[in-house]
């Protein structure tokens, strides 16, 4: 799967005065979500057009929780059982009721290994109460689907510190970690990736000034081990401030990770894990 176009999907003109104030008409129509016409049907024909997608098989498992109590951080976790051995192709994230419904695309290399169980974990924003589908696409080319419905409104406005300028200090700063398996002959590893960077949606007010502050937030990681690919993503402003990703990896001879990331203003950060071993 190649880069997604963020123009594919409904999403508000974020830099604009005009998205705070349907951001807010969002969060007071939250209680009557369910009672909406549901977005997904659209969504899935322009992300995968007439494809047939595997609902519930067990080949993908997504944990969010079902109602959370911070909603601009809401912890996602997508699992692939190890019965799961084919190669991994693709996952796209998709909350159906956010301001922009595409959270993040993943295309995989082949550094993202097959056998053990695999996964990727961040943090989201969600906007008002809204299913959230993962779907994965397997070598085979074959999509699988999880869903569940989260109850969170209040996601698009929420503000992290009390001065914005702080959060821009220490721009892109990364820590990359690996970790091996607790079996020495799993050839799966694990990885966390944290970014210094506030993820601003351009829907949220500067409390000082009552400002729109402007949108910039991380739309590009690319990860590799040993030169080869693990994966490239293309995001949005659903992941929260402060990005973290904890994902997995196959195990290769060099098992460090080289991270570049790059945001909507054309900074471009990168950083390097220390070898673990093999």
Request: proline share 6%; net charge negative; hydrophobic share 40%.
């Amino acid at each position: 799967m190649g880069k997604e176009d963020s123009s594919m999907f409904p999403s508000l003109v974020y830099r604009t005065g005009f998205a705070a104030i349907v951001c807010a008409a969002y969060i007071l129509l939250a209680p009557a979500a369910k009672a909406e016409q549901e977005v997904w049907p659209a969504l899935r024909q322009q992300t995968f057009g007439d494809r047939q997608i595997q609902a519930e098989d067990g080949a993908v498992i997504l944990e969010i929780p079902g109602t959370a109590e911070d909603a601009s951080l809401v912890p996602l976790t997508v699992r692939v059982p190890p019965a799961v051995t084919q190669k991994l192709k693709s996952l796209t994230l998709f909350i159906d009721k956010n301001p922009d419904p595409l959270v993040a695309s993943l295309s995989f290399g082949p550094a993202a290994g097959s056998g053990g169980e695999r996964s990727f974990s961040t943090r989201v924003r969600i906007d008002m109460f809204s299913h959230v589908h993962a779907v994965l696409e397997t070598e085979d080319g074959i999509l699988h689907m999880a869903t569940k419905f989260v109850a969170a409104a209040g996601g698009c406005g929420a503000m992290q510190a009390k001065d914005p300028d702080a959060e821009t200090v220490d721009l892109g700063k990364m820590i990359v970690k690996t970790f091996p398996p607790a079996l020495s002959t799993s050839p799966i590893w694990s990885s966390l990736v944290m970014i210094k960077h506030p993820n601003q949606n351009g829907m949220q007010l500067n409390i000082n000034t009552a400002d729109i502050i402007p949108a910039r937030f991380v739309k590009e990681m690319t990860v590799k081990r040993g030169g080869e690919l693990v994966f490239q993503m293309q995001s949005t402003f659903s992941i929260s401030t402060n990005p973290n990703f904890r994902f997995t990896f196959g195990r290769g001879a060099d098992n460090s990770l080289d991270v570049v990331v790059k945001d909507t203003d054309g900074a471009v950060f990168t950083a390097q894990s220390e070898p673990s071993g093999s």
